[in-house]
Each structure stands twice: as C-alpha cells, then as structure tokens.
C-alpha cells in the first residue's frame, strides 16, 4: 500500500502532524522532493520536533528514505541524525545514490541569484536549493554516488568549483571558493553517511512488493511546484503528486491514495501575488494565533481566508482521495469568517487559478460568508454532525465545492487534537 500526503496550498499547512498521524500505520516514510526548505513541526507529548530533512516518520522509529528528487546538504541531515540520536532515536535512513547534494557555492549563489531578480525574487529560504536543481538539470550536478567514488568526486570539484569562481568574481562577489577545504569538508560527510547510501528504487519497489505500508511525504504546498506553482514564485522542485514518481523511482500505478493537507485558511511565506490575502487585523489575528512564522526562516507569513480557486487547482492536478484540514481552531472566536470561490478579473469570473502573474494580482477574490463559532470542547465532537453547526457548515461547503471528502480535521498540535472521520490507509 502507497499512500501520498501533498500540501493543496503554499506549503505550511500542517503536513507534518497529519504525516505523523499516517507515519504510525506506515512501514516507511520518504521524501521525494525539496531540501532543508521545509519545515515539518510535530509534536509528541510535551516534546516538539522541527525537522527539515527528515522525513516525519523519524520519531516512530521508521524506516526511512530520502529519495533521488530530494536535494541534500549533508551537514544539515547530519545536525538532524544526531539530534534525534540524543533524543533517543536510532534513524534507520536511506539516501538515494542518485540524490544530489547542495555544495556550498549553492548556498551562496542562492543569495546572489535572489539580489540579481529583483520584483521576480520568490524570497527563498536562501538554502540553495533552486541552484542546486539548477546544476542537476545542466547535468553540473554531484549525486551521492559521486561521493562514494572520491576519484569522481574531486574530478566534479575540479570542473565545477573554477565555474562558479568565474560567477562569483564577474558578480563582483568577495567569495574565494577552496577546492580542497570542500574536499575535505565533503570527505568527513562521506564517512558518516557512507552507510545510509543505496539505490533507494530497488529498496522502495521491493518493500511494495513484499506488502510494506509506504508513506509518501511531501514538502512545500501545490501552489509552489515548479510546473503547476504561481512561478516565478515557487521553489525549484515538482510538489505535486506527479514528482512522487520522478522523485522516488516508483510507478504512478503504484500508488494508492492521496491526501491533501489543507489549512482551514491560506498563509504565505515568500514573495508573489496572494488575492485572499488579509492585510488588516483579522490577518494579524490569524497569524498571531496561528503561530505563523516560518519553521526555516522565522519570517512572519502572510495570511488570509481560505482560497478555494487555490485549493481546487490543487485537487484537479492531484485528484486527491481526501483532505486533510488542519487549523481550524484559529478560527475560534471570529465573528465572521469567508471563504474565496472564485476570482474576479476585469468583470470575469475565474473559477480555475491562473498561470500568468500580472492577471493573478489583479484578481478581486469573491467571497461567500459564514457565522464564526465561539470556543466549545473539541474532545466530544465524535463526527461532522456533531460538530458546532457554524463548523459543519463551513466543512460542508469545503467539501462540496472541492469535490473532495474531507478525512481529518486537526484542531490542534497535539496528537490527540485530531478529529478522524475516514481512515484513508484502510479506505483506498
Ligand atoms: P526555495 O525553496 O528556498 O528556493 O524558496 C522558494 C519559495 O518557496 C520561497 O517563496 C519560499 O518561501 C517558499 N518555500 C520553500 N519551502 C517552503 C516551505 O516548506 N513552506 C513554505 N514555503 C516554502
């Protein structure tokens, strides 16, 4: 069984507590896409992870795979194994030898790359992530296999470092890259990860085989896939279900479900046009009591109502199972609450999300209303009938206008914060 967690927005809405909820019933959990971009929060008791690598399944003592569409900094992975060493956790992990790793003068391009575009910048996390898919893409790039044969390795370095020395230099950028510091800096990598290095497809497609239970884990949000995402303002990587296959090396036909994680509203880290977006108290209110600052970063996000141009976008290209709904208890105690259905442009209506930026910022949203709901105790709401009517009705216009069923509602970090109306593992 192979079952899919893909955000259905700008990322950040809660993947990782309901990749949690699903990485217990799961015999691996693997990342198929991005880098230490991400930011996966979970909480278990009074204990609270932050992981960026690491696929969520860590504290379950998982088996646990970075496949070959993840770009990788081996300092940061490493920082991760042994934080959760000390925790307690022995991470049983694999990295796919035809991973590719973020070398240093990817961290700095990255920088360098962001000044140089100016109202195009998508305000990465400044990790150099889209440099290093750059290099993968014009095949500059250094996989894990490399690493392993030092010969090759320092035969990349010896091509590749020069190159990027003539880039810093015609910048005017005050970097002197040291081809044997990397070297060495990338030997001591080795060594440690030499072991967790393998063909993760034979590994993945052989666990399907024999029955295992697979999580697959995405980063990000649908709206910031390189493809499908508001580009020039997206990450450099395909976050929809589509890079699961290119990113993990297993057959679309293997794939057995797929959830949409879907915040109850919309929030933004990053650059680019946002029509549903609040700036006034309510959006201060939302990102006050939603904790919304960036897990990488720290910089505060940009909230608003839920968009469910945005959302339904994302359930046309993923033709999710379900939704997962996460948040919704930031609504608690607002008066009113309004969902976007569609956008307004120059007297159209727009129900699908356009691709050209200029028309996307000057959509009007158009909104339908709903009675807010007071705080009431979440621990006796058994299903969506017993829900506070003002929610029901909320949660019924979601799922009618997305076509979609909603199979979670999270109302909180915690675990048992989670209201659970179909279990996905069983129902696919
Ligand atoms: P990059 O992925 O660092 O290249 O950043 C590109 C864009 O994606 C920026 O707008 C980032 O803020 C955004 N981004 C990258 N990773 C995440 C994430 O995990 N959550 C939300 N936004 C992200």
Redesign the pocket.
């Given at each position: 069984m192979l079952l899919a967690i893909i955000g259905s927005q700008?990322?950040?809405e809660g993947k990782g507590k309901v990749t949690d909820f699903y990485a217990e019933k799961s015999d691996i959990v693997v990342r198929f896409q991005?880098?230490n971009?991400?930011?996966h929060t979970i909480v278990v008791g009074d204990k609270t992870y932050k992981f960026h690598l690491m696929p969520s399944g860590a504290v379950h003592k998982k088996s646990l795979v970075l496949g070959n569409g993840v770009v990788i900094d081996p300092k940061v992975l490493i920082e991760e194994i042994e934080r959760l060493k000390k925790d307690g956790f022995n991470p049983d992990i694999s990295i796919s030898d035809r991973a590719n790793i973020i070398m240093p003068y990817h961290r700095i391009l990255?920088g360098i790359e962001e000044k140089m575009k100016g109202s195009f910048a998508?305000?990465?996390?400044?990790?150099g992530?889209?440099p290093c898919y750059s290099d993968k893409i014009s095949r500059f790039g250094i996989r894990f296999s490399d690493l392993l044969d030092t010969e090759v390795f320092k035969e990349k370095l010896n091509l590749i470092v020069p190159i990027k020395q003539k880039l810093f230099d015609a910048f005017g950028e005050d970097v002197k890259l040291d081809i044997e510091s990397i070297y060495n800096e990338y030997m001591s990598y080795r060594e440690y990860l030499k072991n967790y290095i393998k063909d993760t497809s034979v590994f993945l497609n052989n666990s399907y085989d024999k029955g295992s239970n697979i999580l697959m884990e995405g980063?990000?949000?649908a709206h910031?896939d390189i493809d499908h995402g508001i580009y020039p303002?997206?990450?450099?990587?395909n976050t929809n279900a589509g890079g699961i296959c290119t990113g993990s090396g297993i057959s679309p036909n293997k794939i057995n479900g797929i959830v949409g994680v879907m915040k109850a509203y919309t929030s933004?880290?990053?650059?680019?046009p946002f029509p549903a977006e609040l700036n006034d108290k309510e959006g201060e209110y939302l990102r006050e009591k939603g904790r919304e600052f960036?897990?990488?970063?720290g910089?505060p996000r940009r909230c608003g109502w839920l968009d469910l141009v945005l959302v339904n976008y994302a359930c046309l290209i993923n033709n999710f199972s379900a939704l997962a709904m996460t948040k919704i208890d930031v609504l608690t105690g607002m008066k009113k609450i309004k969902i976007c259905y569609a956008y307004e442009y120059e007297g159209k209506i727009l129900h699908h999300f356009p691709s050209n930026m200029k028309i996307l910022s000057k959509c009007k949203p158009l909104y339908k209303e709903f009675d807010g709901w007071e705080e009431f105790d979440w621990m006796k709401v058994k299903d969506t009938k017993s829900l506070p009517k003002q929610i029901y009705s909320y949660v019924d216009y979601i799922e009618k206008q997305t076509k979609t069923p909603i199979c979670m509602i999270s109302f909180g970090p915690k675990r048992d914060e989670t209201l659970i109306l179909n279990d996905v593992f069983r129902g696919v």
């Open positions: 700008w990322g950040d991005g880098g971009n991400a930011g990255d998508a305000g990465t996390t400044r990790k992530i889209g980063a990000q949000g910031l303002f997206t990450t450099s990587s933004r880290v990053g650059e680019g960036g897990t990488t970063t910089r």
